[in-house]
């Protein structure tokens, strides 16, 4: 035999458990063959049980990296008059293959260096996701495998939806491979990406009054991220006559539709948090990742959405946190409708920011008011009324022409619209402009 050890082969005394580390650099690799019953010098020592051998690999094999039997042979082969049990191993189309009891982290992950067998490096399994699953973040295979669900579980519940493993599978929480995927990281109790949020004094960046980082679950992040919000949110009250109306600095339903879009379109191949700035004048939302490519700003704005995070976004809506998809941007400036001052958008190629002005450093402006069109009886009605102060129903009837019972309904329906006021009762009653 003149083989000698390599990226592709390697050399086995006798069988170890050390062997299904190999297997998985292999199979994660360029695949190789893995000769047990040879020296590390390439000589021929065999085995005397090649049969015992061969079931404790394909047992080894079976139990630790499930997913690489696919990849594997295991077959006796005689060299040199002994006999030599040869593992064929090819590369995987699903990399990473990891052992199964230390998950997608470096201690379960290893390749293939020269003749060595080492552990993967966190950026070389991220490159092995990324190679075989696209460049879909929310579907490739979470590197943490051991995640909880209890406040995603929660927020189901409180909707009255069943969150058990066959929906974890409809949602991709659960990839075909079986594993968790990075959705199921997202909304998981383990997630990593947390939201910054941080209040200023003033309209600068130059002193503090609070700040706070939130992590865990988006859903739990959402209601944790609203709820500090409305704190900072002041109601002020105006009055109109006797009627108090309270109005808040920012519109709830723009906040809440930031929100959501910060949460729901960024890029979380990022490791970097969601920003949430708080002026005195003003909200500032910077989330990590530009537009989707083939999307511009004016698209956003007509209420055009190519999602970036599809899967999220099904999730979100499934739990109507979101009611459609692209009607988030047109209705955060629907809000500022009645105010001289808008929301602002600015796009870069790696962030997105939305800054929503404090309402109550604007002037509001005035709704405009309804114009009443008036029928041919109203018009002679009113011209009545400009030849004398008061008019009776008696007068009505002569002026248009119209029974009693019409001319009832019509000066009942002018009061309705406010261009009459009706004064007295019974015989008394006479009517009066109402403009």
Known sequence: MTLTESKTVEFKRE???ELKKTVTAFVNT?????????EDDGSICGVNNPDEVMMQVTNSIRDSIPDATLFTEVEIEEIGGKSV???NIQRGTARPYYLSGKGIRPEGVFLRQGASTVPATDTAILKMIKETSGDSYEEARSLNQDLTFRETTAYFAKRGLAFEESQKKTLHFIGDDGTYTNLALLLSDQCAHTTKLAVFEGAKKTIFKDRHEFSGSLLYQVEEIFTFIDRFNSVRAEFKGLDRIDTRDYPPEAIREALLNAVVHRDYSFSESTLINIFDDRIEFVTIGGLVKGISLDDILLGISILRNRNLANVFYRLK?????GIGMPKIMS???NYDIKPKIEVTDNAFKITLPNTDRYF?????EQKTTLSEREKQVLQLLKEKEFIVRKEVETATGVSQSTAITLLRGMQEKGLLKKLGSGKLVKYKSGL
């Open 15 to 17: 069988y170890t458990e």
């Open 30 to 38: 360029d695949g190789g063959k893995i000769y047990i019953g040879v």
């Open 85 to 87: 049990v040869i593992v």
């Open 364 to 368: 509001a402006i005035p709704v405009p």
């Open 321 to 325: 946190l979101i009611e459609a998809y």
């Open 335 to 337: 809000c500022y409708d």
